[in-house]
């Protein structure tokens, strides 16, 4: 049974992006974040929603606050994750988990691979800060659909066992497993 009452899913989206942050492209990518969650959810839920420049101290900030803070049970970055000199989201996510979980990471680069070769550049991880999973993504706006119609069905189990908010899902959209107990 929930132990938390459904308005009480809080999630945060940052996007990573200099030129998003500096207003020189829209930020398609959080949004289609945010849509995504919208289609995915039938519980209530409440976004948190920051646009920043590729800092690592600035992302650390961001995730701390949101997770520690704010209470977002679920953080969801986009970009900041391929070679370039300043890409260093998975490095910010790194310094501010206490346990990585790899498995997210694996298992989306091997399903972005059956849309773009280039899916093996994306350093894209997850992990655990507290009561809180953050989940990186990549930057471009297709991506976000791809990577999270791969991982989005172990997320809400994921939380149920982090003690969170249960989500409920419409499963016509995405079927999250929860095993049978
Ligand atoms: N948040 C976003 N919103 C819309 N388009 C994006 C976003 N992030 C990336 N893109 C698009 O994807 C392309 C490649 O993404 P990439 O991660 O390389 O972003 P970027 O342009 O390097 O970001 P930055 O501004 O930090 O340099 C960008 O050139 C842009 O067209
Ligand atoms: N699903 C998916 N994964 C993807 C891509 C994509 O278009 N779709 N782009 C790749 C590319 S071209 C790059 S450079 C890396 C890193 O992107 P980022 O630096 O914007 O995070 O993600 C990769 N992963």
Redesign the pocket.
Known sequence: MPQVSEADIKIGIV????????G???????QAIIDTMNDYLTSDWQAVYQ?I??EQDEIEQMLISMADDQNCCLIVT?????P?K??VTPEATEAVCDRMMPGFGELMRAESLKFVPTAILSRQTAGLRKDTLIVNL????KSIRECLDAVFPAIPYCIDLMEGPYMECDEAVIKPFRPKK
């Open positions: 996007t990573v992006s200099d030129r998003a942050s500096a020189v492209y829209e930020d398609i990518s959080g646009v420049p590729d986009t970009g900041g994750t391929g370039a300043r890409d990549p930057g471009k706006p």
